[in-house]
């Protein structure tokens, strides 16, 4: 039974072209998203949130878009770099009821290529 | 300068072994957490330990015990090794806000665990 689903395993992009990853959930009571960064042999970096009280979030390059009625999220990177290779983990909580564990999806492993 | 860390990075051990990993945060957090990577790739919560008493137990079976001497370290030991225990591990940091909100975590490198 899986929370978060990250339906595309990989995405390739040419470098300096827009990356897309997207992401879907299904438990209502998830209000909290980040978006995690995962290079082979180190542990995931967190990379952005956002809080469901926000559409969107804005961090340098990178661009989180929360479409709750859809239960949707995607990550944008304008412009991609081929240093922006890497897995990318989606993952959910419920902030609201206190300490619920992070649900992460499977990972979308992202090829930038120069 | 590393903020969160495990030891060791590779474990190699045989079925029916007992073994222990480490953990240690120099980030200040009061919030520590064991995830495992199984061959599946998911990242799923096992322990969360908040000032050094357990918060989640995510139905691990018991032969895998945390244990928290201080808020800077959560190890992690394992009894009676299986082949299904054989994944990555890893461990995560987080601060916990005001009305138990939680904070980014922060994670480890992993430690690679096969069981022969």
């Known amino acids: 039974d899986q929370q978060v689903k990250q339906n595309s395993p990989s995405l390739s992009v040419q470098e300096g072209r827009i990356s897309i990853l997207n992401c879907d959930y299904t438990?209502?009571?998830?209000?909290?998203f980040l978006w995690y960064k995962k290079y082979p042999a180190e542990g995931p970096t967190f990379l952005i949130s956002?809080?469901?009280?926000?559409d969107k979030n804005e961090d340098g390059r990178f661009t989180v878009f929360l479409n709750k009625s859809a239960k949707h999220l995607s990550l944008h990177i304008v412009p991609s770099q081929p240093g922006d290779s890497a897995v990318y983990f989606c993952a959910a909580s419920s902030r609201g009821s206190g300490n619920t564990p992070l649900v992460f999806g499977k990972g979308t492993r992202l090829s930038v290529i120069a | 300068d590393t903020a969160v860390s495990q030891t060791p990075k590779y474990l190699v051990t045989q079925m029916g072994n007992d073994k222990s990993i480490k953990c240690e945060q120099n980030l200040g957090h009061d919030t520590m957490y064991w995830y495992k990577q199984d061959s599946k790739k998911f990242l799923k919560i096992m322990f969360s330990y908040n000032n050094k008493e357990l918060i989640i137990n995510e139905t691990v079976p018991n032969r895998f015990s945390p244990k928290s001497p201080d808020k800077a370290h959560l190890n992690l030991h394992i009894n009676s090794l299986e082949l299904g225990d054989s994944a990555v591990y890893f461990c995560?940091?987080?601060?916990?806000?005001?009305?138990?909100?939680?904070?980014?975590?922060?994670f480890g490198p992993g430690t690679r665990l096969t069981v022969t």
């Open positions: 438990n209502s009571m998830f209000d909290y």
């Open positions: 995560a940091s987080s601060q916990q806000g005001g009305s138990g909100v939680i904070y980014e975590q922060y």
């Open positions: 956002i809080s469901s009280i926000k």
